[in-house]
């Protein structure tokens, strides 16, 4: 294994990934995410925007069995390390990685080809936030080329009329996620907060949307990530597979 790749866990679902050792790593925000999407109904097919090292979309293979996934990545070096893990984990029958812009989706793919949109987009627009140290996180973490907005045009083009769409993003930019939802006649059907603790402010929300439907949205409970202890809650630990502990190999969720 080269030396500037790690090579971790994930018990539950059968996975080993590779991950940069101080690039851009998956943190819990994906593994919840991944979790959030209701399994399919019978054999389908997801996409995964923004994919990174693959992790969404191998998760996503493991839980619907009979699925067919396809992970877009634009930064090439990643796109080659989700293909790695793809052939790695014995999935390459049903995981493939297409090397592509947001931007681009549209000369790649065809209009409502999938049953399930998954994106964990970048969090920040350019210039904001903190700027980390570690080499590649902030291409993964700040907008470049494709903004929000972008992101959920994509995903409408690309979900069916019975097919559902579900992202992450910060509290901070729900008033902007819904505006843009609500400009491409999304609906959203689900919508939970995540939360560091039951004392905390949310840290992050999930939405789930679709096209063509008109119904009222479903505010979910709150998803407390740890107790007051700073062990994973019930719900967490059992999502993640893991023993209530203190210490984790897994990025805390508010660490973005």
Request: proline content about 4%; charged content about 25%; glycine content about 6%.
């Amino acid at each position: 294994m080269r030396d500037d790749l790690t090579q971790d866990e994930l018990k539950l679902f059968d996975l080993q990934l590779f991950q940069p050792l101080q690039g851009y790593r998956y943190s819990l925000d994906a593994l919840l995410l991944a979790r959030f999407c209701r399994g399919l109904k019978s054999e389908g097919r997801i996409i995964d925007l923004g994919a990174g090292c693959g992790i969404i979309s191998l998760v996503l293979a493991r839980i619907n069995r009979a699925a067919s996934v396809v992970a877009v990545e634009k930064n090439p070096e990643m796109a080659t390390l989700a293909e790695r893990n793809i052939l790695h984990n014995d999935l390459a029958e049903r995981v493939s990685v297409t090397e592509s812009d947001v931007l681009d989706i549209r000369m790649n793919f065809p209009d409502s080809a999938f049953d399930l949109v998954v994106s964990n987009p970048p969090f920040r627009k350019s210039g904001s936030g903190k700027i980390s140290p570690r080499a590649g996180r902030d291409a993964a973490r700040h907008e470049s080329t494709a903004g929000l907005a972008d992101f959920i045009a994509a995903a409408k083009y690309l979900v069916k009329p019975s097919g559902r769409i579900c992202f992450i993003q910060l509290p901070s930019r729900l008033s902007e996620f819904m505006v843009l939802a609500a400009q491409l006649k999304l609906s959203l059907l689900r919508l939970r907060f995540v939360h560091s603790n039951a004392e905390s402010e949310a840290t992050m929300f999930m939405a789930e949307m679709a096209k063509g439907r008109r119904t009222l949205p479903l505010v979910e409970t709150p998803l407390f990530v740890r107790d007051m202890d700073g062990e994973y809650t019930d719900e967490v630990a059992e999502m993640l597979g893991t023993q209530r502990k203190k210490t984790s190999q897994v990025s805390k969720t508010w660490e973005v």
